[in-house]
């Protein structure tokens, strides 16, 4: 039988299950069955753009997580953010969002030379860290890390210093504006003292793309993403205005109903199919198990983030039209990108 077959939550003493997802998949295939609807039956009116503008913040938010820009700038939603509980006791460890905001401080620190015990000193005063010689741990090794990628910035930063490019242009019948940084005279980089997620690929895309076709880019301009698990190169390219546009056009269907492009699961689905090279069944099986997770609490699927619950509960949307929109969104960027040697 299956592992939501309705007999393992029957009381029954040889067959049972502690899942919680498979016994919510029992209690459907156990009760009445109805067609399940999209959140949005038909698409809403296209959405007004102020001055005909697209702002590059905006663009960058939308693909960042293309569902809550939906629902919260068209919508007006106010979706719920996860918070963390409050504890009694002082904590023991230190949380990976906590570590992660550390480690930004700590790295325009060392940018700067700057002192690190002052983060130190507002960190344990704000109860981040834990107390007495495990916060020391932590922090060190924290710092430690941080040094070694601070290092790697350096390396390419050199003596050059960051500029700032305006953005402002038309692009079909829509404006192009705002301001690109960390530009290092023909190199844009883009870093994080982290492993690089799908929102650092696609913000570094898109800038990459502005600044390539703007009448002062050069022809050697590049840029560079760097994150703790590699280093990545993207040297200019012919088709940038292309691309933009489609990006634009993804922008607007994205203000009339939810689009199919989900980070972590549209992601892995180019992954496996552009640089493994597998077929689109091996890579939509490897995109399922990023969308639904692992099913016992350890890694949490994609699908379970407020927005997405919300647009696609009890509704399967990696079709033919999620396939389509990740590998046009996604596709050109893993065919341009280049790994660096660490």
């Known amino acids: 039988m299956h592992e939501f077959h309705p007999d393992y939550f029957g009381g029954q003493k040889q067959l049972y299950s502690y899942s919680q997802d498979n016994y919510r998949a029992a209690q459907v295939l156990a009760g009445e069955q109805k067609e399940v609807q999209p959140f ?22 939308f693909y960042r997580h293309p569902v809550q820009y939906f629902l919260e700038k068209r919508l ?79 390396s390419f930063v050199a003596d050059r210093k960051a500029q700032k490019l305006t953005i402002d242009f038309n692009l079909g019948d829509v404006r192009i504006t705002g301001v690109i940084g960390n530009i290092y005279e023909n190199t844009l980089l883009h870093y994080r003292p982290a492993k690089l997620k799908a929102s650092d690929f696609l913000q570094a895309w898109i800038n990459h793309l502005l600044i390539s076709i703007h009448p002062a880019c050069a022809s050697s301009f590049s840029s560079i993403l760097l994150g703790e698990d ?20 993804y922008y607007r ?6 689009l199919k492009l989900f980070p972590r699961t549209s992601l892995e689905y180019v992954k496996t199919f552009l640089q493994k090279q597998k077929n689109r069944q091996e890579a939509l099986r490897a995109a399922e198990k990023i969308w639904r997770g692992d099913g016992n609490g350890w890694e949490e699927g994609e699908s ?39």
């Not at 949005?40 to 938010?61: F, R």
């Open 230 to 249: 590699g280093q990545l190169l993207l040297e200019r390219t012919d088709e940038a205005q292309k691309i933009l546009e489609r990006l634009i056009e």
């Open 40 to 61: 949005i039956v038909s698409d809403l009116k296209e959405a007004p753009l102020p001055g005909k503008a697209i702002t590059v913040g905006d663009l960058i938010a």
């Open 304 to 342: 379970g983030e407020i927005a997405h619950k919300i647009c696609f509960a009890n509704y399967q949307p990696l079709d033919d039209e999620f396939e389509k929109i990740a590998l046009e969104v996604l596709g050109p960027l893993f065919l341009q990108w280049k790994k660096l040697e660490s």
């Open 76 to 154: 007006r939603l106010q979706l719920s953010r996860d918070a963390e509980e409050a504890e009694d006791s002082e904590p023991f460890t230190i949380d990976n969002l906590s570590a992660y905001s550390i480690k930004q401080d700590l790295l325009e620190t060392e940018a700067q030379n700057l002192d690190a015990a002052k983060i130190y000193e507002i960190r344990k005063a704000a109860g981040a860290l834990p107390v007495g010689a495990a916060g020391d741990y932590y922090f060190a090794s924290l710092k430690s890390g941080v040094q070694d990628f601070a290092a790697v910035v350096r």
């Open 253 to 258: 269907q994205g203000q009339k109903k939810p």
